[in-house]
């Protein structure tokens, strides 16, 4: 009988690199949880590219598609939390700073390989939003409640 452990590897024997989403994942508010569904279909090109003649060029691609989608998604979800009067925005914001520039800096190395960036993208993304995001979700819906009931609320 396979374990969890077997069904996580694929037939390289190496541990898959499938991100997938997942349903802890789910923040409730809708427009951030689209954007992060966004960012993994992105980061899930990666899967299948390894040992691929085309490999590095791919590995370029999504990380230039995702320094640009992460610069707008992070605008997004700063300005939502600034509104809601999140107390923790600065250090929300730093933890998103210095995950841009890191996948920033990836652009310029030469050997990049895909399970690597993969392995990083989705450790880095899975806990940001399962703690640092989570942490904002009642100020932002609280604010994004008040605003659907505009008129009643002064
Ligand atoms: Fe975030």
């Known amino acids: 009988m396979m374990g969890a452990d077997d069904e996580r590897k694929g037939a390289s024997g190496r541990e898959s690199m499938q991100i997938s989403w997942k349903v802890e994942y789910s923040l409730g508010i809708a427009e951030m949880d689209a954007e992060h569904v966004r960012m993994i279909e992105m980061m899930a090109r990666l899967e299948s590219v390894d040992g691929r003649p085309d490999a590095l060029r791919t590995v370029g691609k999504v990380i230039n598609d995702l320094v640009d989608y992460v610069g707008t998604h992070f605008m997004h979800e700063e300005d939502l939390m600034e509104k809601a ?63 659907g009931a505009e008129g009643g609320l002064e």
């Not at 998103?96 to 989705?122: C, E, G, I, P």
Request: no cysteine; hydrophobic share 35%.
């Open 85 to 147: 009067g999140y107390p923790h925005l600065e250090r929300h914001r730093e933890q998103h700073r210095v995950f841009a520039q890191k996948v920033y800096d990836m652009r310029s190395r030469a050997s990049l390989d895909a399970h690597t960036v993969h392995q990083f993208l989705q450790q880095w993304l899975g806990e940001h939003i399962l703690k640092a995001d989570r942490d904002y979700v009642p100020y932002v819906q609280r604010w994004l409640d008040n605003r």
